[in-house]
């Protein structure tokens, strides 16, 4: 059974900074694309950060995310990260972790598998 599991939200005044995880398990190998994606309310999920499958680890990211967020993986630990700087209030929302098992998945890619998401708020 895949699972994935985000932890590290939480409160955080603006211009404040998190590190969020999402452990990974359940895969047979742990070349796998990942992803954060956010919502807010109202809002329509978007993608904040994604990395590919293999090692060249390729990394993108909207321009509209400021450079801001930084993903990040460690393939021993089956852990993914977002580390957040800058948090602004609009960056509250919802912040999902997603994988993609298929061998050579570039990113964005299609996710097949999600966490439950954890909320982030930055308020004052």
């Known amino acids: 059974q895949v699972q994935l599991v985000e932890s590290g939200g939480g409160l955080v005044q603006p211009g404040g900074s998190l590190r969020l995880s999402c452990g990974v398990s359940?895969?047979?190998?742990?070349?796998?694309?990942i992803a954060w994606f956010r919502q807010a309310p109202g809002k329509a999920r978007e993608l904040v950060s994604c990395?590919?499958?293999?090692?060249?680890?390729?990394?993108y990211s909207p321009a509209s995310m400021e450079g801001r967020f930084t993903i990040s993986r460690d393939r021993a630990k089956n852990t993914m990260y977002l580390q957040m700087n800058n948090l602004k209030p609009e960056d509250t929302a919802v912040y999902f972790c997603?994988?993609?098992?298929?061998?050579?998945?570039?990113?964005?890619?299609?996710?097949?598998?999600w966490g439950q998401g954890t909320q982030v708020t930055v308020s004052s």
């Open positions: 990395m590919a499958s293999s090692d060249s680890g390729v990394i």
């Open positions: 359940g895969f047979r190998s742990n070349y796998y694309a």
């Open positions: 997603a994988a993609d098992p298929v061998l050579g998945s570039s990113c964005p890619s299609n996710y097949d598998y």
